[in-house]
């Protein structure tokens, strides 16, 4: 189940936004082993951050939608370890990384909506890992049906090409 953050979670995030962008489909908002700098809670469009393989091919590791954040991950790193690759035109809010490692040290109310978010993104991940691990799409499809209480994704417009 793709789950958003919690409303006070977004809240928060928009009070530690020093300033919005707007983006168009194709542009990167981040390139692999670019500094870390700021943290990317999107508000509106599709963020997909992904990295390219060996051979050209795109490994999309996350889909980032509106109420989400890009790359939470990196606010512990010093460089970013893929690329933010906008597939629709949006609008994002930045929050400067430093102040927001801050805010996590001093806000319980921060720290702790922040904490259950991640486990709740580890918790997809893991469900996406092992919908991924079964053998035939049928069995995908069950089990993916099984976890999203029968519900079908909406379908997008997207054309998915960057």
Not at 61 to 90: K, M, N, W
Not at 111 to 133: G, I
Request: hydrophobic fraction near 45%; charge should be neutral; proline fraction near 1%.
């Amino acid at each position: 189940m793709i789950l958003i953050m919690s409303d006070e979670l977004v809240a928060n995030l928009r009070v530690l936004g020093r300033r919005t962008r707007d983006f168009g489909a194709g542009e990167f908002l981040f390139r692999r082993n670019d500094l870390v700098r700021s943290l990317f809670l999107v508000e509106e469009g599709e963020v997909h951050l992904a990295r390219f393989q060996v051979d050209g091919s795109l490994l999309v590791l996350q889909r980032a939608f509106a109420g989400q954040v890009v790359a939470e991950a990196s606010v512990f790193s010093a460089i970013y370890h893929c690329d933010a690759i906008a597939l629709t035109p949006g609008r994002i809010i930045e929050i400067e990384r430093d102040r927001f490692r801050s805010e996590l040290l001093t806000n319980e109310q921060l720290s702790d909506t922040w904490n259950h978010y991640l486990a709740r993104e580890v918790q997809t991940t893991r469900m996406r890992a092992e919908v991924l691990s079964l053998k035939t799409v049928a069995s995908r499809l069950d089990a993916w049906l099984s976890l999203h209480s029968g519900h079908m994704p909406d379908k997008t417009k997207a054309s998915g090409k960057y």
